[in-house]
């Protein structure tokens, strides 16, 4: 497997954070966001990790401490179903390379040791076919299309992936 680290996002990821925003990354997602925006979110990940709400995590290998990319966790409550919320994102020169796989194996890994009993979700948009294959990849299960609004004013349809939380003594 891909020599894959995931640290836990610190104040210094602000750059990655940037990076992360570039046009070929966020054209699923309603575009690269504001200055402004990247601050909150940032401010938002650190604030996950003091109050337990969410676990982001800078992707980073041997080759690039800085960082490759991002991927976490948080709690999502669908329609009386909590389950954890999986978002990722690569940077384009690092895409390929079996780093989202890696990640994304290893979060799983980190929401079924914080609650094994909780399903795990994803929901890419339909047209984005990498993250749709490394759910498929995964083990996620295809539930469906559901439109959702993100960023706010933005409605997309997107796939509902779910990882079905293990067999109790299985995890």
Not at 53 to 70: D, K, L, N, W
Request: net charge negative; charged share 25%; aromatic share 10%.
């Amino acid at each position: 497997m891909t020599d894959v680290v995931l640290r836990p996002w610190s104040a210094g990821d602000l750059d990655l954070l940037r990076r992360n925003n570039a046009p070929e990354l966020m054209e699923h997602l309603g575009g690269p966001e504001s200055e402004a925006k990247l601050l909150a979110r940032h401010a938002r990940y650190l604030r996950g990790w003091e109050d337990g709400s969410s676990r982001m995590f800078a992707i980073v290998t041997p080759e690039h401490p800085e960082g490759v990319g991002a991927i976490g966790f948080w709690p999502r409550d669908e329609g009386g179903r909590e389950l954890f919320e999986v978002g990722w994102a690569v940077q384009a020169a690092f895409q390929g390379r079996g780093y989202a796989r890696a990640a994304l194996a290893q979060v799983i890994a980190e929401a079924h040791r914080v609650d094994p009993a909780r399903a795990i979700a994803a929901y890419p948009r339909v047209d984005n076919d990498p993250s749709n294959a490394l759910c498929r990849r995964a083990g996620f299960v295809l539930e469906g299309v559901e439109e959702f609004e993100f960023p706010k004013g933005t409605w997309l349809p997107s796939n509902v992936w779910v990882l079905p939380a293990p067999a109790p003594g299985t995890a």
